[in-house]
């Protein structure tokens, strides 16, 4: 068996899947499922150097200290 993951554009859709259950044709699983989104972090590790972010952390502290020194 073959299980798919449906998003559904009209909710009229959804009686249809259900009359499709009710034939035993299709079995619904689960309902009102959210995708799991990556953690930031997750998603943008890798994405600059180690020596990249540290010269931008470098000048992210030089901006804020001239910043508090205004």
Do not use: C, F
Request: a neutral charge; aromatic letters at 2%.
């Amino acid at each position: 068996m073959d299980t798919m993951l449906i998003q559904l554009t009209n909710q009229n859709a959804a009686g249809l899947l259900h009359e499709l259950e009710e034939l035993h044709l299709i079995k619904v699983l689960d309902k009102n499922i959210t995708a799991a989104k990556p953690k930031l972090s997750d998603k943008y590790r890798g994405s600059i150097s180690n020596e990249h972010g540290k010269q931008l952390n470098e000048h992210i502290k030089q901006m804020r200290s001239e910043w508090h020194s205004i």
